[in-house]
């Protein structure tokens, strides 16, 4: 069965990561991958580069397994993608059902967590369970049933940039040895403790039972896939420009980051799966340009001009939600040489490219589900 992409956007994307990850595509020929929270944005590149692999290399198809909570359902661009044989879907929630029931794997991509912090905020013990619980009995399963722990190649652990809080001046851009600036009891702790319990637990599972992790540090990826209501920056400003509003900041527009697009982060993450050293964690992100949010938004206002005729402005305007500024760090950075260096990762994909494709793909897709 041919696979049908929602958008050309997508098809480009992952024909660009098939090719620069080529080599780690082919590594994984032959062998079973689970992925855990496959339902969410970097879930929804990882599974269609798979799907595109497997179609343009029938010989070197890797099987996968999809597994999130899919509370909503199963959404209709992965029920059609589950049509072909080598991709599965589990519906399963990691702080309690079964996780490694349709293994042994390979490799194990978890990804499972919020993500936006509009949600996190809001639900955040479910946050911490779901980061430390549901990571706890992916490592205690694998240590405890030996067909599992002796054929894993790799475990990729997603973790965040948000471990490192809101680092001083002279630590941007920041890389993987500074040690973090972060609140313990803040509104964002429930996500940046527990993303930095689980390395930690992701460094003694690798210590003291050997099994074989890897974790990324995510710095802001944006792209296609992410939902138009996630509450972050990037999908807050296309859901302004779609509904054909002015473009809300909630701040000041001064803090400011570094946006990788998402088809370059995907190929970081192929890359650090396969060839990332054990114990260690990358980050995975662009160096350059650092942007103010009240850059972003002029540039994406520019850019919906450009392309669909857009004619709101920039304004500002506090958010209902009043923790939406504590602790929000104040610049955001990383450094990718390690990465670089040690994996060949290379974003290439410029601000402005990345902001069109998205724009595009939420103008056609809406992507609520
Ligand atoms: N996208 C980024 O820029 C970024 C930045 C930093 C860290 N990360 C990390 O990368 C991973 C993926 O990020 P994303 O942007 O795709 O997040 P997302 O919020 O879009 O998706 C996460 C998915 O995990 C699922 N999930 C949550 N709790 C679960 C549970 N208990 N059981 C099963 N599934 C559950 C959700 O339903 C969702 O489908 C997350 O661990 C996130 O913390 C991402």
Not at 72 to 98: F, Y
């Amino acid at each position: 069965m041919a696979i049908i992409f929602p958008h050309d956007v997508v098809r480009i994307d992952v024909e660009y990561i098939t090719e620069q990850a080529s080599s780690e595509f082919a590594a994984m020929a032959g062998t079973k991958l689970l992925l855990t929270g496959a339902g969410g944005f970097l879930g929804y590149y990882c599974i269609w580069a798979i799907a595109y692999w497997n179609e343009h290399h029938p010989k070197q198809k890797i099987s996968l397994t999809a597994l999130s909570r899919f509370r909503e359902g199963i959404p209709t661009w992965l029920a059609h993608l589950v049509k072909t044989d080598d991709i599965r879907v589990v519906s399963s929630d990691v702080t309690r059902d079964p996780l490694l029931a349709d293994g042994p794997y390979d490799y194990i991509i978890h990804a499972a967590s919020f993500a936006s912090p509009m949600v996190y905020r809001q639900y955040p013990i479910e946050t911490m369970t779901a980061n430390v619980l549901g990571l706890y009995r992916i490592l205690d399963q694998l240590v405890k049933t030996k067909s599992s722990r002796t054929k894993l190649k790799k475990l990729l652990y997603f973790s965040s940039s948000e471990i490192y809080g809101d680092p001083p001046a002279e630590r941007i851009p920041t890389s993987e040895d500074y040690r973090g600036n972060v609140s313990c009891t803040g509104p964002r702790a429930c996500y940046d403790e527990s993303k930095r319990f689980c390395e930690t637990l992701c460094v003694n599972f690798v210590r003291i039972h050997g099994i074989p992790i890897v974790t990324v540090r995510p710095f802001n990826n944006y792209g296609p896939g992410m939902k138009i209501t996630d509450g972050r920056v990037i999908a807050d400003f296309a859901r302004n420009i779609l509904s054909g509003e002015d473009i809300v900041m909630h701040s000041t527009g001064a803090p400011s980051r570094t946006f990788c697009y998402v088809a370059d982060a995907m190929i970081g993450y192929i890359k650090a799966l396969v060839n990332g050293t054990s114990g260690e964690a990358y980050n995975i992100g662009i160096e350059l340009p650092e942007v103010s949010v009240a850059d972003l938004a002029s540039r994406i206002a520019i850019l919906a001009k450009e392309h669909f005729g857009y004619g709101g402005r920039v304004q500002q305007s506090k958010s209902e939600d009043k923790d939406y500024l504590t602790d929000n760090p104040q610049r955001r950075r990383p450094s990718i040489q390690k990465a670089k260096q040690e994996l060949g990762y290379d974003p290439k994909i410029s601000l402005e490219e990345g902001l069109t494709r998205t724009l595009q793909w939420y103008q056609a897709t809406g992507r609520k589900k």
